[in-house]
């Protein structure tokens, strides 16, 4: 209330004096009264919780982030296609998950575009999916969790870019491959190239059809009524060299009938490249429609109401409007320079970033459509060469139009300098009202591409205290150690502030696996188990259980320790791996050791005496 009456006054302020001190002053005033208010609509006040979660690609650090909103605080990393010793699901070589995730290639990874389920048109708060575009790979993530559930390649896919969701169903997510190649042989000549989009069960993510067609992919959006979805083109030249890609003058939205291709599955209409159908979009007619629009069109963005995809022309300073009924191009209206992705609010306004202008440009769609002058509303600068933009609950049918994020691909000057290269930068833009502004601005690791806002009502009851309990959960008074030959299995529990067994005993080359089950029963109560010298590191949630195989080095003592710290008692929670030359008798384990902890301190105490 104050800052309203405030602002119109020191508006008027810099006419009621004439020396340019006086200007300055005023003009600092008004300054510190905005940033006072932005201030205060991001500021959460310690202990409270934002309203939004905001999931960020983490780019090459093969990972997502999350931040709150409007807070900007960061809350958590989800690790996806990179193990990570103190978080999430892969953290070292013995363990499944990190088995899982080498089995689908690198420990690294480049995620673009986080994806959430739907129902009815609304954000579920079940399911993330992301992709992998430098190895072609697609995660999902359980929302319950915030832990990857699924991870696979895609496979005739090279650049696994757009991705998104079919809608409304949500039954298949579908990823297009950006990078073309001879995927049905292994051709070398440009000739043969072809792209292909594919459509992944969205629950176990294997591949169950592909669209192939010459020229390549990009950015993925789907229609809402379950008949087409859209990729943008760039490259329908085919060439191979950058010159050649901006030959022609027009690219192209692709249109893919799905329920077309899924007839074309059912009649066997395919060819089966390393065990997936491919459809040849030349050998079924209306599968892909190719919809001229300007020269290498970029994001690819459907409307709330379903109506129209825009295409943002990049190259060219337009969004191209197409009505998803009819593939026709209905406007093109001029936005700005380096239009890249094309966001909405819930009031029939689009918003566009400019990657070239630096800022977002908020427009409105119906008068754009209709040819008005007045279509834009209002543009406002980011820092610096804004790539995608996202409003809460866009991709949805019931946008919130509340917050914006920019994602800018350069910070310059916007943080403390930290050498040649600065971290990314993000900035919040408030759109409840008719003119935007940023009120704030975060930094992350290199690089978010996209994002997406979810409310936490959504996942209020969605996300759980501890996990369910596994099927091969060690039981509190079930620890043991199984020996099989030179296969030792160590089932193991922790709890504040004890392992059990705190002691154990192998052979120099046995091959142990360690079952570890936290069975604490509050949130937040995790502990971790590093072997010295070991090289094993693993988290351990309360409720979780997490298993690791290693070979036993060299007899002597290793200790394993607790790494997160847990209570008074953190730095107490430890136990010895003993391991003894091959042949030699090894002891049981003992059950508590304290007696003979005891014994000992007792002898050593009359030693002082
Ligand atoms: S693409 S801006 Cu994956 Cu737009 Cu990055
Ligand atoms: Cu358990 Cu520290
Ligand atoms: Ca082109």
Redesign the pocket.
């Known amino acids: 209330m104050k800052v309203s009456i405030l602002l119109p006054l020191l508006a008027l302020a810099p006419m009621a004096f004439t020396g340019c001190n006086s200007d300055t002053t005023a003009r600092q005033q008004k300054t510190a009264a905005q940033n006072a208010s932005a201030a205060q609509l991001t500021y959460v006040a310690p202990g409270k919780l934002d309203d939004y979660y905001a999931i960020l690609s983490g780019g090459q650090s093969g990972s997502v982030f999350v931040y709150g909103l409007p807070s900007c605080r960061f809350i958590k990393e989800i690790p996806i296609f990179e193990p990570r010793a103190a978080l999430g699901y892969a953290n070292n070589p013995g363990s499944e998950t990190y088995k899982r995730l080498a089995a689908t290639g690198p420990l690294w990874g480049d995620t673009?575009?986080p994806v959430l389920s739907q129902t009815g048109g609304r954000y579920d708060g079940d399911w993330l999916w992301i992709n992998d575009?430098a190895n072609d790979r697609i995660a999902k993530i359980d929302l319950r969790t915030f832990e990857v559930a699924e991870i696979k390649v895609v496979p005739n896919i090279q650049g696994a870019?757009g991705l998104a969701a079919y809608l409304p169903s949500c039954k298949y997510v579908f990823v297009n491959g950006e990078l073309e190649t001879d995927h049905a042989g292994n051709s070398t000549e440009a000739e043969k190239y072809r792209s292909l989009v594919a459509f992944l069960d969205a629950q176990t993510l294997e591949t169950k059809f592909q669209v192939s067609f010459v020229g390549n992919a990009d950015?993925a959006s789907s229609g809402k009524d379950g008949r087409y979805v859209f990729v943008t083109m760039y490259n329908t030249e085919n060439a191979v060299s950058s010159e050649g890609m901006i030959e022609r003058d027009r690219d192209a939205v692709g249109a893919i009938d799905v329920p077309l291709a899924e007839k074309a599955l059912a009649d066997g209409n395919f060819t089966k490249i390393n065990g997936v159908p491919v459809i040849e979009s030349e050998k079924v007619p209306g599968v892909l429609t190719l919809i001229p629009v300007p020269k290498n069109p970029?994001?690819c963005n459907v409307t709330p109401d379903g109506k129209y995809v825009l295409a943002s022309g990049k190259l060219s300073p337009t969004v191209t409007i197409i009505d998803t009924k009819t593939l026709k191009v209905i406007a093109e209206p001029e936005v700005g320079l380096g239009p890249?992705?094309t966001t909405f609010d819930d009031r029939g306004n689009a918003y566009t970033s400019l990657f070239v202008d630096s800022q977002i440009v908020k427009w409105n769609i119906a008068k754009a459509i209709q040819g008005a002058d007045d279509y834009i509303v209002d543009r406002v600068d980011v820092h610096y060469n804004v790539?995608?933009t996202k409003a809460a609950g866009a991709d949805t049918s019931h946008p919130n139009g509340d917050w914006l994020i920019s994602l800018n691909k350069l910070s310059k000057g916007m943080f403390l300098p930290v050498g040649p290269a600065m971290p990314e930068s993000q900035e919040l833009i408030d759109i409840s009202g008719d003119k935007m502004r940023v009120v704030a601005a975060f930094p992350s690791l290199p690089e978010p591409?996209?994002a997406v806002m979810v409310h936490r009502k959504v996942l209020e009851d969605k996300v759980v205290q501890t996990h369910h309990l596994q099927a091969n959960a060690v039981k509190l008074g079930e620890e043991k150690v199984v020996r099989n030959g030179s296969k030792v299995d160590v089932y193991m529990t922790c709890i504040r502030s004890k392992f059990v067994p705190e002691q154990f005993e192998v052979h120099e080359g046995d091959e142990v696996t360690v079952h570890l089950t936290n069975v604490e029963t509050v949130r937040d109560m995790t502990h971790g188990v590093a072997f010295s010298r070991i090289g094993i590191n693993v988290g351990v949630d309360p409720g979780q259980t997490v298993e690791t195989t290693f070979k036993a080095p060299n007899p002597g003592t290793y200790w394993y320790y607790c790494t997160w710290f847990c209570s008074a008692l953190h730095l107490e929670m430890r136990g010895r791996m003993l391991v003894k030359p091959q042949g030699a008798q090894l002891n049981e384990y003992l059950g508590p050791l304290a007696k003979e902890d005891k014994a000992r301190s007792v002898q050593k105490e009359s030693a002082y005496e």
């Open positions: 673009h575009h575009k870019h950015i970029h994001g890249l992705h790539g995608h591409h996209d």
